[in-house]
């Protein structure tokens, strides 16, 4: 079973929807024995349904991320099913927009309960079993916001990028455990319903940013983990290229991610302030896909490129311009 899926025994976080439902139903028709998660135990239920019509064995375990013995109730629930636990993927997440300090305090504290402790959590309940078995993958769904900062999504940027700082922690205490991995998966915008379920006191409409990837590409990259572990992946290519505009022009990307993002505000559409699916789970937009627009095409990344390429030389020469005036 080493370098195969079937058979293998995965938890999903998240799996009513979205990256969660898309990387179920995907290592569905690999073989893959699934335990669902999530707080919608109704719906859970439905892609139970879909996961066993593709041939495999599905279980759903209704599970809250931010409260740390349902999580820990889930791995018990996992292990007890097969004996054994191959694959954790940490996947549930919530999303909350607005000015913040418009934003109301629970609900700064929610997403940080969810994104980050969520996913310590997870860790937390999972890694004795895989030490018990002496292997195990961990496979993280961090997301860009773990390199580039969200305008207007202060707790969302504080949980991803504190998220790439534990794991990176827990990486290095796990060195003695060479057949105990940990899969950082930092994918750019992703077509889910996440969106829509989003927390938004901005009091406009919410579209995620383009280039917009089809979720697909997370199960692909939780395929190619399970059967080749690697430290970190990037899916879909984009949010590479969105690390390395960071990391060549920080406070370039900064001010503009922010200039666009008010840009996008003014003209966006009326929309009520709502929780979304903060506190509550919802029974709308349930699908793996938000439908949104537009989707990455091809060549696309590469046109991206060449402007993040020009935008880091446009930079270098006007600092270096800078520097030889002060030097004159």
Known sequence: MEN????KVV???GASSGAGRTIALHLAQDGAFLVLASRNETVLEEVATECRDLGTQAIVVRTDVTDNKSVWQLARTAFEWKGRIDVWVNNAGVLAAGTFEDMPWENHQRVIATNLLGYMSGAHAVLPYFKHQKRGIL????SIGGFLPVPFGGAYTASKFTLRGFFQALKAELTSWPHIHVVDLFSGF????????ASNYTGKVLKPAPPVHDPIIMAQAVKASILHPTSTRYPGGASLLFKLGHAIAPELTVKFSGLLMKLYLKRAAIASNTDGNLFNTVNFAMSTKGNSKPHIKPGSLLKAGVLLAGAGIAVYLMA??????HVR
């Open 190 to 197: 992703l077509d889910t319903p996440g969106i829509h379920h």
């Open 4 to 7: 195969q899926i079937t058979g």
């Open 320 to 325: 270096g311009r800078k520097t030889s005036r």
């Open 11 to 13: 938890v999903i976080t």
């Open 139 to 142: 496979i993280n769904n961090i």
